[in-house]
């Protein structure tokens, strides 16, 4: 896979993924799917905050087959240096690894952009993407039960966090 800055060109793709996480996963918790200009408007806030959208293309079809990125944790001045990612792999490429390659993209970036915490907010039941974070060195730090709700289920919320380098202080470094 070739993990690359998602263009405009694979916003289709993006839009295609993310309706199909909405309909068939709990792993968005929208009923509705969006739009093409909803996806542009996302993406295009993420380039203006200066927050990288990558995507994974597969080198044979150059086919757009997953997307990640990460916004602001909250809105607030003083969560700053923690932001929050999402990862999403087209159904027919789930399982294969595209995702460990995205992580670790996600994860270079938010350190270069001098960020402290990287948070990934996941489905109780979702134990691949769990362990995916436990791969990749994230910690469970919260388990909320039943704060959301889709497919006529109360859904469970994980919390998961990773330091992203070691100041003690947020004045330090950058």
């Given at each position: ?23 068939h ?79 670790p ?45 889709k ?24």
């Amino acid at each position: 896979m070739n993990i690359l800055d998602a263009q405009e060109r694979d916003l289709p793709a993006i839009l295609d993924i993310y309706n199909d996480a909405v309909i068939h996963t709990a792993a968005i918790w929208n009923d509705s799917p969006v739009d093409l200009a909803n996806r542009h408007d996302w993406w295009q806030q993420r380039l203006d905050l200066g927050y990288p959208v990558l995507v994974a293309r597969d080198p044979s079809t150059d086919e757009t087959v997953a997307y990640a990125s990460f916004g602001d944790w909250r809105a607030w001045d003083g969560y700053r240096h923690s932001i929050e990612h999402s990862i999403y792999v087209r159904a027919d490429q789930r399982g294969k690894g595209v995702a460990n390659l995205l992580l670790p993209a996600l994860i270079d970036r938010a350190v270069a952009l001098g960020k402290h915490v990287m948070i990934a907010g996941i489905e109780g039941s979702n134990t691949a993407s769990i362990r995916l974070h436990e791969r990749h060195g994230f910690a469970q730090v919260g388990h909320m039960h039943e704060v959301g709700t889709k497919f006529g289920r109360w859904l469970d919320l994980v919390f998961m966090q990773r330091r992203l380098d070691e100041r003690t202080e947020p004045g330090q470094g950058r």
